[in-house]
Nanobody, 115 residues
Framework: QVQLVESGGGLVQPGGSLRLSCAASGFTFSTYPMYWYRQAPGKERGLVARIYSVSGSYYADSVKGRFTISRDNAKKTVYLQMNSLKPEDTAVYYC?????????WGQGTQVTVSS
């Protein structure tokens, strides 16, 4: 079965960096687009970044130029490098993929940006 396990969250000061990882299993990782979403308290979950199976990526306007999504197909892992973090980036970050109309989510990892 599809499993997604995020890691790498934590507490960081404004302007700092974190790298999130999502280890995938149970599907042919290299052929699937992968997504990072986030959900702040009291807000809806929203798309942060997307990376396609071969090339190409998408970023939400709020993170463009600061976040970078990448993948290592050999390790079946997708990453989210987050630089110049702001307090408004505070949220639970989720890894996601879609298979035949079914959304699969990891358990999420908390990112808190605060001084």
């Amino acid at each position: 079965q599809v499993q997604l396990v995020e890691s790498g969250g934590g507490l960081v000061q404004p302007g700092g960096s974190l790298r999130l990882s999502c280890a995938a299993s149970g599907f042919t990782f290299s052929t699937y687009p992968m997504y990072w979403y986030r959900q702040a308290p009291g807000k809806e979950r929203g798309l942060v970044a997307r990376i396609y199976s071969v090339s190409g990526s998408y970023y939400a306007d709020s993170v463009k130029g600061r976040f970078t999504i990448s993948r290592d197909n050999a390790k079946k892992t997708v990453y989210l490098q987050m630089n110049s973090l702001k307090p408004e980036d505070t949220a639970v970050y989720y890894c996601n993929t879609l298979d035949r109309g079914v959304n699969y989510w990891g358990q999420g990892t908390q990112v808190t940006v605060s001084s």
